[in-house]
């Protein structure tokens, strides 16, 4: 499989670009840390990714960067069969709601722009088809108190990845939703981890068998699939005084 990563230099990203490598797929690196990625492809090399795993500048943060970046991918890979994005943001909704900045580039980030860039690499990367796989979170399935914001953005992202599945699956783009519980990473350095909190290499796998299979949708670790049918059930009275 010929696959370009968007966010492999760390968590989750990272542990699904090494389980790729570590069965031979061809990877091509992009993100906005030059030292970050050449560490991480070198990693990835090491681990049996096929051939040299070349990287380039992508800003999530930065609409204008994607296109240059798609292109150096179709160039070193030739054939693209996967893109993957795991890159995203992540702050508290009191921080978020102090911070108009860091919002509007929280915002920016997980929602409007991981489109535009599932756009452009639907209309480049994946014109003849392929699989575009997406992390977004179980946080988006209903409005919770501790995470209105980015629940938001991710609930936003979901259902664009919804609608491109049902209007281009006949035409060959397999559009795989990933939807994470609480797994431990840098992006959850520090918050308390609730039971069933999962680990990156533990949804790497479940990850990689929904790609080869294009299952649409995926929580990960499996119990969030239950877990977040209870919370979808709970009545709106209940809701409003939860604190998870
Ligand atoms: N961890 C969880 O519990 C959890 C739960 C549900 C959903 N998710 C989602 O799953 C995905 C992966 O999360 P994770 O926990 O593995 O996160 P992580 O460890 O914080 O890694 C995030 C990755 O995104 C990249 N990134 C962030 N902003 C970027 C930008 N503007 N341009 C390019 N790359 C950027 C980071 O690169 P830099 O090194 O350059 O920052 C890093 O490689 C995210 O979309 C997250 O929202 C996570």
């Given at each position: 499989m010929n696959v370009v990563c968007l966010g492999a230099t760390k968590g989750m990203g990272r542990a699904l670009a090494r389980a790729m490598a570590e069965r031979g797929?061809?990877?091509?690196?992009?993100?906005?840390?030059?030292?970050d990625l050449k560490r991480?492809?070198?990693?990835?090399?090491?681990?049996?990714?096929q051939g040299t795993v070349h990287t380039a500048y992508c800003d999530l943060g930065d609409s204008e960067t994607f296109s240059a970046a798609l292109v150096d991918a179709e160039r070193a890979l030739g054939t693209v069969d996967t893109?993957?994005?795991?890159?995203?943001?992540?702050?508290?909704?009191?921080?978020?709601?102090?911070?108009?900045?860091?919002?509007?580039?929280?915002?920016?980030?997980?929602f409007t722009n991981t489109v535009l860039f599932c756009e452009r690499a639907r209309k480049t990367a994946l014109k003849s088809g392929g699989t575009l796989c997406v992390f977004s979170s179980v946080a988006g399935e209903r409005g919770r108190t501790p995470v209105?914001?980015?629940?938001?953005?991710?609930a936003g992202l979901t259902r664009y990845l919804e609608g491109l599945d049902h209007r281009y699956r006949?035409?060959?783009?397999?559009?795989?939703?990933?939807?994470?519980?609480?797994?431990?990473?840098?992006?959850?350095?520090?918050?308390?981890?609730?039971?069933?909190?999962?680990e990156p290499d533990q949804v790497a796998r479940i990850v990689l068998?929904?790609?080869?299979?294009?299952?649409?949708?995926?929580?990960?670790?499996?119990?969030?699939?239950?877990?977040?049918?209870?919370?979808?059930?709970?009545?709106?009275?209940?809701m409003r005084r939860a604190s998870f």
């Amino acid at each position: 499989m010929n696959v370009v990563c968007l966010g492999a230099t760390k968590g989750m990203g990272r542990a699904l670009a090494r389980a790729m490598a570590e069965r031979g797929d061809a990877l091509f690196l992009l993100g906005r840390d030059d030292d970050d990625l050449k560490r991480s492809a070198r990693d990835l090399e090491v681990r049996g990714a096929q051939g040299t795993v070349h990287t380039a500048y992508c800003d999530l943060g930065d609409s204008e960067t994607f296109s240059a970046a798609l292109v150096d991918a179709e160039r070193a890979l030739g054939t693209v069969d996967t893109v993957v994005v795991t890159a995203g943001q992540f702050a508290p909704q009191d921080d978020l709601e102090e911070d108009a900045p860091r919002l509007r580039e929280m915002l920016a980030v997980n929602f409007t722009n991981t489109v535009l860039f599932c756009e452009r690499a639907r209309k480049t990367a994946l014109k003849s088809g392929g699989t575009l796989c997406v992390f977004s979170s179980v946080a988006g399935e209903r409005g919770r108190t501790p995470v209105v914001l980015y629940g938001a953005s991710k609930a936003g992202l979901t259902r664009y990845l919804e609608g491109l599945d049902h209007r281009y699956r006949r035409a060959g783009l397999r559009v795989v939703t990933v939807k994470p519980g609480f797994v431990r990473t840098s992006m959850t350095d520090g918050l308390p981890a609730p039971p069933f909190a999962g680990e990156p290499d533990q949804v790497a796998r479940i990850v990689l068998r929904a790609i080869d299979r294009g299952t649409p949708v995926v929580y990960a670790p499996g119990p969030w699939r239950h877990i977040m049918a209870i919370v979808r059930a709970l009545p709106r009275s209940f809701m409003r005084r939860a604190s998870f």
